[in-house]
Structure formats: C-alpha cells, structure tokens
C-alpha cells in the first residue's frame, strides 16, 4: 500500500515517454522526405513534458482552475497544453515557482481546437457549463461525415497541443441554427473528477513560434517608426 503513490508515478512517467515517442513517429511519418536519423532527431526535440501532481481542482464552479505542484523552477511557462493518461485536461495560464494554475476544460474560456479522428475538418471544443462529463465541439461543417463512437482528437492546428491528442468521444448531434455548421456532444475521456496525475507538454515548435511572432512585432513597430 506505502508503494503505491511511487508505483503509479513510475507507471505515468513510462506511459508519458511512450506518448512522447507515438509523437516522435508520427512527425517523422509527415517528413518522410527527410534522412530517418535527422527527422527522428527532430521529432524527438519538438515535444517533452513535465510530470505534476494536482494539488486542487474544481469542477462545479462557472469557470474551473486546477493547481498543481509544479512551478518555473521545473521549466514550467505559460501557454503549455496539460494532458492527463486519458486526454485533454486544459492550459497552463498563471505560474508560481513552486506550483500552477491550470485553466481547465471545465472553462467556457478556453476553447480547443479538434477535429474528428481521420478528418482533415475541424471546430472547437467548449464546456456548455453543465457536466463535467460532457463538451460542445461547434463550427463543425455539415458535410464532415461522422458516427456516434468516433474519436475526437486534438488538430494540431495550434503550437500549443500536437495533433491527435485524444479529447473525447461523440456521443450525439446537436440542433444547429445554421445551415452550413452543425454541434456534436463530446463525451470527455479524461475524468476531471478524479484527476491525480497530469503532464506539462513542453513544446519546442511553440517556443519558435512565438519567437517568429515577436520578430513579427518588432518589424511592425519598425515600420510605423
């Protein structure tokens, strides 16, 4: 019984580095055109991540935060996409050194791009408010085809997640007031519930971007000068 918080951790720690690996494997899928060693390499480089332990989440309030007990002085900033062993959890928004707060998916503030698994279409996930169970994934084009029990997955169109991180399960369609767009309710797979253990995803790709952004910045500031 004593071993078992270091027996899961050590379980989460394994499961994560595989994670990371399937991810590994799948941008060097997509640069099949490059030498394997160098796009491995590559690959291995644009994501890591940060395992945490939650120190408090809520689930019932408007707008849900989760804490957890990792902070700047493990590498943590802001803006990183938090994954549990199920799914999306939500993103880091406010650091301390010694801990985070987590902006959850129980947030109508934070909405997530996804798509359903297999399509090349996408919308975004929002929380309806309602269980913690359950999202609205809306903006979906009505002649993207789907099936009760499809997975829904991260885009990838973002520098935040990596594309098809698992997020949920359609359960149904919702009444759309538009023509062209209809809303699906997702079933969440990870369970905010009972969440213990979660990962920081550390992203190489997204620490370029913003860099390419700021020169972007710079070069507008110079040009109004």
Not at 79 to 89: S, Y
Request: charged content about 25%; some cysteine.
């Amino acid at each position: 019984y004593f071993y078992l918080k270091d027996i899961n951790e050590d379980l989460q720690q394994r499961n994560a580095s595989l994670e990371m690996e399937v991810l590994a494997l799948r941008e060097m899928v997509k640069e099949h055109n490059v030498r394997v060693s160098d796009s491995l390499k590559k690959s291995q480089s644009s994501y890591d991540y940060i395992l945490a332990r939650v120190i408090s989440n809520s689930i019932s309030l408007q707008h849900n935060y989760i804490t957890v007990n990792k902070g700047t002085d493990d590498g943590v900033i802001t803006e990183m996409g938090v994954v549990d062993q199920n799914g999306v959890v939500g993103i880091v928004n406010v650091m301390g050194k010694k801990s985070s707060r987590i902006i959850s998916l129980l947030n109508p503030n934070l909405r997530l791009s996804c798509k359903v698994k297999g399509s090349d279409y996408f919308g975004s996930l929002v929380w309806d408010g309602k269980s913690p169970y359950y999202a609205i994934l809306e903006e979906m084009p009505r002649h993207v085809k789907f099936e009760e029990g499809d997975t829904i997955v991260t885009s990838g169109y973002s520098a935040v997640f990596p594309e098809g991180i698992n997020v949920g399960i359609i359960e149904s369609q919702l009444s759309s007031g538009g023509d062209n767009f209809y809303s699906l309710r997702v079933k969440l797979l990870s369970d905010f519930t009972q969440l213990s253990t979660v990962r920081l995803i550390k992203s190489g790709i997204k620490k370029e971007f913003d860099g390419l952004k700021e020169m972007d910045f710079e070069n507008k500031k110079e040009g109004k000068k």
